[in-house]
């Protein structure tokens, strides 16, 4: 370890004793191990066959042998995306790792952090230097010298935009040039060359091949309606007139109330249909309520007495629950000012009957304009509780087949992309039609929903996604990985940083933006899914490099 440490530390204090030179010009370190490199073009593919000025740095030759030694590394964690590159190592001489760093919560080029790289060794840890500065953020440069041949390990140790650690095992080091087997492996021709400048340059993501559970939907229409046993319709229980000076604060649609509130003042025509006053009807019901009562006291009294028999008992209650049920049936829907009931039938203004709210909710409906003439049974106000709310979704007569097996289900609002689940909402499927509109060809599905914060406003339209059949543990994708051509879907495969390969796939069902393949692709594979298209361009383009970059 500590031989190969001093000539790391040699190798560095020669080449920063050359950079004054014309022959290692360019090429500088910072203080406190920051280490950038920018290596002449020529000296790059004498020694090394990566340039960081050239435009083509690892092309070889149709026919021309690929010895063993060279390397391209590809690696994902949850964290960051592994591109590295290096050429034939031999020992004594210098060699410079093309080392790119890409942070997979957006695909950006990792920089501004301290970037470390350990080597190690079966005799164990062999040396180590760090960088924190680089010329091209994302792409890393360590200078290295080997003393010895066998098998090395990398630890690259990241701190800064990322925490993370990736490991390369089992580089190859070889005594002399001589050494190193070749191969004459070839280059698929098939692979496409998208530059890791040109990924980090645009809004670009990969996602790998993994199993997940779809579940195949319906997609059908849906409004959010007020539940039917959470409002009430309010009208007016008598013909008559909402007069302006008496309705000057009547709600509005939106507003709130509370059971009991006043709505309306409704002042009652002269006379009803069947001939009797209207408030006369209510001032009889409470005087024979007050009658009865009366009655019903003395009843008590003398029986206690023993004056009168258990059946005149009997009769005077039955009667004071009549009289009490005619005044609680005309109070039940309004409110009479008993302050001047002496003076009630003398004018029209003399009557104020106060249409109550039955229930606490919100106005969703309002008829009422002050001044205007009402029918007795006229609709007034429609009142709702928007706690609780029904979604109902309207399924196509031609998918209702599909539906059979329908469970829960997930929606969209118009203006909201948020994807609501309806089990999330304590959601339950509470109605299935069995016959289709036969306006609408349609067959309804309603769900019970909470809406305790009324963040879903009652009226609104909203695109419904109703759970049918589940698969588990299928190869699935996101749906934009997908590029439709001629009626068959293709994806872009990440090979390798740099390399990608088209691919024909045939799907299945489709879920929450997830596609299910059922062939062309295999578990750990990861495909283009952002800007897939550029990929595609990149493939058609003749100026593409075919392999290679700058740095």
Known sequence: ????????????????????????????????????????????????????????????????PHLEGAGVITQWTDKTELFMEYPEL?????????????????????????????????RGNEGS???????????????????????????????????????????????????????HEEEDPNLITFLKEQQWDIAFATQEVQQRTLTQTVD?????????????????PFSGIILSSQNSNLPVVGQQLSKGTSMAVLNPAIQSGGGDNYAQQFINAQSELELAKANLERS?????????????????????????????????????????????????????????????????????TPGMQVEAGQPLYRIADASKVWLKANVPAAKQSRIANAGQAAFRVQGDDRLYEVSELGGRLISRANSIDPQTRTLPLIYELDNPQKGLPLG????????TDTKENVLAIPQSALIEEEG??????????????????????????????????????HVVTENAYQVKLASLSSEAPSHGHTH
């Open 460 to 467: 609104m339209f909203s695109t419904v996604h109703i759970n």
């Open 300 to 368: 008590k009294r003398l029986y206690q007495k023993e004056a009168i028999p258990q059946t005149e008992l009997q009769k005077s209650r039955i009667e004071y629950r009549q009289a009490l049920t005619r005044y609680q049936t005309i109070n039940e829907v309004i409110q009479v000012d008993t302050t001047t009931i002496d003076g009630y039938g003398k004018t029209a203004e003399s009557y104020r009957f106060a249409l109550k709210a039955p229930m606490n909710g919100t106005i969703v409906e309002s008829f009422v």
């Open 90 to 122: 031999v020992v004594g001489q210098e060699t410079t790792f093309a080392v790119h760093l890409t942070r997979l919560s957006d695909f950006q080029p990792i920089s501004e952090s301290e970037v470390q790289f350990v080597f190690s060794s079966e």
């Open 488 to 525: 068959n879907y293709n994806v872009y495969v990440h090979v390798s940083g740099e390399s990608f390969r088209k691919q024909r796939v045939t799907t299945g069902i489709e879920h929450r933006g997830w596609v299910e393949i059922t062939s062309g692709l295999q578990g750990g594979e």
């Open 220 to 236: 059908a229409t849906g409004e959010i309606m007020a539940a039917q046993n959470s409002q009430a319709v309010v009208s007016a």
């Open 129 to 183: 230097l760090t960088e924190t500065e680089v010329q091209t953020p994302g792409i890393y440069g360590p200078d290295v010298i080997f003393d010895r041949a066998g098998r090395y390990d990398l630890t690259i140790i990241i701190q800064g935009m990322v925490d993370d650690t990736l490991q390369v095992n089992g580089i190859p080091v070889y005594d002399s040039a001589e050494d190193i087997p070749a191969t």
């Open 1 to 64: 370890m500590k031989q190969l440490v001093t000539l790391i530390i040699l190798c560095t204090s020669l080449v920063m004793m050359g950079c004054g030179g014309a022959s290692d010009e360019g090429h500088t370190h910072g203080e406190e191990g920051d280490h950038t490199h920018e290596q002449p073009a020529q000296q790059a593919q004498e020694d090394q066959a990566h340039s960081h000025d050239g435009e083509s740095d690892h092309e070889h030759q149709e026919g021309e």
